[in-house]
Antibody
Framework: EVQLLESGGGLVQPGGSLRLSCTAS????????MSWVRQAPGKGLEWVST????????YYADSVKGRFTISSDKSNNTLYLQMNSLRAEDTAIYYC?????????????WGQGTPVTVSS | DIQMTQSPSSLSASVGDRVTITCRAS??????LNWYQQKPGKAPKLLIY???NLQSGVPSRFSGSGSATDFSLTISSLQPEDFATYYC?????????FGPGTKVDIK
């Protein structure tokens, strides 16, 4: 059974940093792209970032480019999102999601999400 | 960026009703269109991929159709567990973008 478990969320001041983790089980990372998607309180879904199956290709939404970094450790099936220079508008639940393909296309499994609150 | 719109934004329906939600893309996306269901406090769940393919384990009362810019999700006979918010998502190009959602609640 595919499972994704996010951790690392919490309360952080504006300008601060957080590192989110997503531990996967029930499948191996290698053939699939992995993504982060967020949802601000009471709002819709917003794609944040994707790392391709090879790990060599990364993609970012304009809203986080230059501040967030996606990475993965295939040896322990863990996805990361390093978030720097956080802003109030980054407040959201952050979901880790597995793609059906090696590229960014269809998110077939999602974690339960980890909340991030940016506030002073 | 490709903009996705959905209609209606919300609807009220009864158990057993046939429900159709539409999604429109700001440019042609071929069949690169997915549908997700989200219940309150839960993660989204994939229902339909590539416009018309039913994800494994999803009941057959869900179906998708469309191509280019106009798509639809149909629930043939609404069940109590189907009351949720539904999002379309284009995967034709980066950034992938989601529609604003359609909330289906009980009449």
């Amino acid at each position: 059974e595919v499972q994704l478990l996010e951790s690392g969320g919490g309360l952080v001041q504006p300008g601060g940093s957080l590192r989110l983790s997503c531990t996967a089980s029930g499948f191996t990372f290698t053939p699939y792209a992995m993504s982060w998607v967020r949802q601000a309180p009471g709002k819709g879904l917003e794609w944040v970032s994707t790392i391709g199956a090879s790990g060599g290709s990364t993609y970012y939404a304009d809203s986080v480019k230059g501040r967030f970094t996606i990475s993965s450790d295939k040896s322990n099936n863990t996805l990361y999102l390093q978030m720097n220079s956080l802003r109030a508008e980054d407040t959201a639940i952050y979901y880790c999601a597995k793609d059906m393909t090696q590229w960014l296309e269809t998110l077939d499994y999602w974690g339960q999400g980890t909340p991030v609150t940016v506030s002073s | 960026d490709i903009q996705m719109t959905q209609s209606p934004s919300s609807l009220s329906a009864s158990v057993g009703d046939r429900v159709t939600i539409t999604c429109r893309a700001s440019q042609s996306i071929s069949n690169y269109l997915n549908w997700y269901q989200q219940k309150p406090g839960k993660a989204p769940k994939l229902l339909i991929y590539r416009a018309s393919n039913l994800q494994s384990g999803v009941p057959s009362r869900f179906s998708g159709s469309g191509s280019a810019t106009d798509f639809s999700l149909t629930i043939s006979s609404l069940q109590p567990e189907d009351f949720a918010t539904y999002y379309c998502q284009q995967s034709y190009t980066t950034p992938i973008t989601f529609g604003p959602g359609t909330k289906v609640d009980i009449k």
